[in-house]
């Protein structure tokens, strides 16, 4: 009897096909944050192979309750971080971008996209993301989430949110909420990459509905 690989369940509810398509597709996840790191870890187990993550940030230890990171990581780069444990739990090598996505940048961080996954946490990083895959034609998902809502929206459907006032990082946030919206933009992303299907959702957390995005 053969012995299941790391993806068997995956292959037997999606097929082998569809796990080859989506290992040959090139995801560009921008932040490494609550949704990002999260969102890594889970493409990654699913059968994502080819992988760059844009992240400038260190691990905080406020990160450590919804974030991906442990205690043992705080004061480490996010990226670096995922790299080795993405490698230790599937053993695929993230492309792990440790840099602030920039004007100067952007062009030549995101042209070789396939898909471009949006996990910022402000604004300008946000609007500059949707004018480079807008100007390269490249697909788009905007992840977002505040207090107990989130959304998974495409970018011709999308309106780049106001900043939060005050600190970026002090605003109320559920574990439970974050890993919603991973499982519901993890499945928006495999839909596209696989059947060509988009679909924009919203969720709250505390009446734990989800719905379809009016256009």
Known sequence: MPVAGKFHHEAIYRGADSLAKLGAVQITLCGAGALGSQLADNLARQGVQHLRVIDRDRV???NVSTQLYGESDIGAWKV????QRLFRATGIEIDAVRKELTDRNALSLLQESQLVLDTFDNSSSRRLVQEQCRSLQIPCLHVGLYADYGEAIWDEYYRV???VAGDVCDYPLARNLVL???A????VLLRFALEGIRQNWS???RDFAV???EN
């Open 60 to 62: 905080d230890e406020h």
């Open 80 to 83: 670096e971080v995922l790299r």
């Open 161 to 163: 949110p106001q900043d």
């Open 180 to 182: 919603f919206m991973v």
């Open 184 to 187: 519901i933009s993890s499945d």
């Open 203 to 205: 969720a709250t957390l």
């Open 211 to 213: 719905r379809p995005l």
